[in-house]
């Protein structure tokens, strides 16, 4: 079957305009300023898609932060295929340091510039304009295009959770996440464990710290049994084709966990959260236990090691084979498009199809637009001529998967 008709109805100078529109609204997630939320964003996209004649709805998931679901029907039964791009996007951080404006959307050459042009407002847009795209067209296809545009993709993912909590997901048979890969096949991506520790100990002045018992000694302990377990993990796994090495982070550490340090007095408490990420061959229980064996270790050597454990955040890592309809019609599309051969790759962190994996068991592929290097950094851009490519990858692999058209 003929898709050109669709490539043709895009408008990616409409698409441009809408992603700059969307860059200028600040969707980000602040509890201490009223409104910094993603009400804005999820609003504007809503009332675009609305417009457009789709089928959509707005869910609020918390206050001021809610999620835009929509469909667009085809013409018989078949398969569901989800897009999804989350509104949330991180501060802007020192803005000194940017040289453009991060919510001015300023087209320099061929990039835009701006908070969230990469990670992932940009890709955001590709999703609904490829949907847009296939609508104007007129082509039949069978089954549906879900969009899924959530929350909180950048904090706890609460975005993501309520959509399958709310049954949108129970029909979907595969999905692509719409992040920044620089269009490459992400077949993997890794797992992650948040941990929180707390230290304890017995507060006293600094002149006689024998008069207290300081947490310190036991959180630089724990941290050299931690930085060997990651070694050893390492050296047991290698490095994975498309992840890398796995990792155990310490990322925040404060002692006293709260209140005021003082150089003279030792704390009673110390605080440390872990960013752990992981790859194929890692297991999260095996992985817990060997934490609290750490523990038992450095207990049953020092009488005044007394330490807890929290696991607050748990995402296994995900694959996806090559060998899946989803994958092959994606890499056809991308032959077709570039004229070049597919590129696979990992994704280094998790993303709301995480969730969509362990929750669901939805096969997902993570691909999209924009430097994997990029996000989060100042000065965040995305290059216009490959977003033009993503939005035209979106559109021909979602005929190709609805249409099981593999010829």
Known sequence: MDYNDALKSLNDTQMISFLQDLIRIKSVYDPTVEGANETKAATFIYNFLKAEGFEVYIEEVVPGRPNVIAFLRGTGPGKTLLFEGHTDVVTAGDQEAWKYDPFGAEIIGDRIYGRGA??????????????????DSKIEFKGNILLCIPCDEEGMMLGIKDFIRRGWADNVDRAIICEPEENMLCLFQKGAMRAEIRLYGKQSHGCMP??????????AWLILELEKLEQEEKERLGKHEYLGLPSITPTVIMSPSKGEPQINVVPGEAYM???????????HEILKKQLLSIHDKLAASDKDFLATLEII???????ISKDDILVKCVAKAYRQVTGKEERYSGVPGATDGTYLDCLKGIPVLVTGAGNQLIPHHADEYVEIPELVETVKMYILSALYFLNEDLT
């Open 210 to 219: 024998l008069s207290g018992i300081n947490p310190n000694w036991s959180l």
């Open 118 to 135: 990469c990670d992932t407002k940009g890709n955001l847009a590709a999703a609904l304009f490829a949907a847009k795209a296939i609508k």
């Open 273 to 283: 959260a872990l960013d752990i990420r992981t790859v194929p061959g890692q297991e």
């Open 313 to 319: 955040e748990e995402r296994p890592w995900t694959k």
